[in-house]
């Protein structure tokens, strides 16, 4: 079983930066990625970043060049660093476990990014 804690979230200004942390504890052994998703108010959750332990990486458009995500494997460890924040990335922030980028089987609790305008 995995175990995953989000840090960083909070309240910024539009145009602002937020890095979002998710350390991962317990049997990694069996997942080679980890990523981020959210779910705004009344909207599906949606994939924001994902990245391999390789270093493969997919984005969303929506936060292509505004977004990086990276790892530090020897930490288990993922980070979101987030530029220009836009009131619609205004949503509750999830970090993922999983293999492939395509199969997530371990989910964080939740970190609240608020971007007011």
């Known amino acids: 079983q995995v175990q995953l804690v989000e840090s960083g979230g909070g309240l910024v200004k539009v145009g602002g930066s937020l890095r979002l942390s998710c350390a991962a504890s317990?049997?990694?052994?069996?997942?080679?990625?980890m990523g981020w998703y959210r779910q705004a108010p009344g909207k599906q959750r949606e994939l924001v970043a994902g990245?391999?332990?390789?270093?493969?990486?997919n984005y969303a458009d929506s936060v292509k060049g505004r977004f990086t995500i990276s790892r530090d494997n020897a930490k288990n460890t993922v980070y979101l660093q987030m530029n220009s924040l836009k009131p619609e990335d205004t949503a509750v922030y999830y970090c993922?476990?999983?293999?492939?980028?395509?199969?997530?089987?371990?989910w964080g609790q939740g970190t609240q990014v608020t971007v007011s305008s």
């Open positions: 993922a476990a999983g293999w492939g980028l395509i199969y997530w089987d371990d």
């Open positions: 317990g049997n990694m052994f069996s997942r080679n990625a």
């Open positions: 990245i391999t332990n390789g270093g493969s990486t």
